[in-house]
């Protein structure tokens, strides 16, 4: 099937400042991406959809400015947590849609944000 | 817009025991259904999905699910349970013809034991 790969798994930095996520699809071209935010023992929650070349869709209640979406490749989306602080913590996955429209997606293996 | 309810956040079930994990969903439209089990810190993996014809789907792991359009359902079921099952396990829905945007359930672990 295809693969989808993040980077980095885990990162820890400091509060105030930013961390890059990387998203790729290794064997197929991406379109679309979507990003998700996981806490800890609940659901994901999506946060916003990537298109290729174009600005990102926010969901309500995302701050745009805080969590920057850059689709630049149909194989790279990246999610970049600007000027972190403590409840910034924790796991996004993201994921990219394949193909046809059988609305199956491809998930990475999520990166685990702590911010101290 | 569509929803998805997984009425059990926990269910424990000893070793080589049938299971069965609920879920529900609500939409207007057509959807698109499908089971994900992600293992700690880990991502999302796929195990089946219901797009259209038969009503019964079978997954990897020797899960299967049943979609039931008239309760809208879409049950995850495995005949006899091993430790490696533990997990949680996620059900989804998408409209189709949309550009795949996922509506998942709160989630339930399943906890196997010996």
């Known amino acids: 099937g295809a693969v989808v790969s993040q980077h980095p798994s885990w990162v820890i930095c400091k509060s105030g400042t930013s961390v890059k996520i990387e998203c790729r699809s290794l064997d197929f071209q991406a379109t679309t991406m979507f990003w998700y935010r996981q806490f800890p023992k609940q659901s994901l929650m999506l946060m916003a959809t990537?298109?290729?070349?174009?600005?990102?869709?926010?969901e309500q209640g995302v701050e745009k400015d805080k969590f920057l979406i850059n689709h630049a490749s149909l194989t790279l989306s990246t999610l970049t947590v600007t000027s972190a602080h403590p409840e910034d913590s924790s796991f996004y996955i993201c994921?990219?849609?394949?193909?046809?429209?059988?609305?199956?997606?491809?998930f990475g293996e999520g990166s685990r944000l702590t911010v101290l | 817009a569509q929803s998805v309810t997984q009425l059990d956040s926990q269910v424990p079930v000893f070793e080589e025991a049938p299971v069965e994990l609920r879920c529900n969903y609500s939409s207007s439209v057509s959807v698109y259904l499908f089971w994900y089990v992600q293992y700690p810190n880990q991502g999302l993996q796929l195990l089946l999905k219901y797009l259209s014809g038969s009503t019964l789907v079978k997954g990897i792991n020797g899960f299967e699910a049943e979609f039931n359009k008239s309760q809208t359902s879409f049950h995850l079921r495995k005949p006899s349970v091993h430790i490696s099952d533990t997990a949680e396990y996620f059900c989804?829905?998408?409209?189709?013809?949309?550009?795949?945007?996922?509506?998942f359930g709160t989630g339930t672990r399943l906890q196997v034991t010996l």
């Open positions: 989804a829905v998408s409209l189709t013809g949309t550009a795949s945007k996922l509506t």
């Open positions: 990537s298109n290729e070349g174009s600005k990102a869709t926010y």
């Open positions: 994921s990219a849609k394949s193909g046809l429209d059988t609305g199956e997606l491809f």
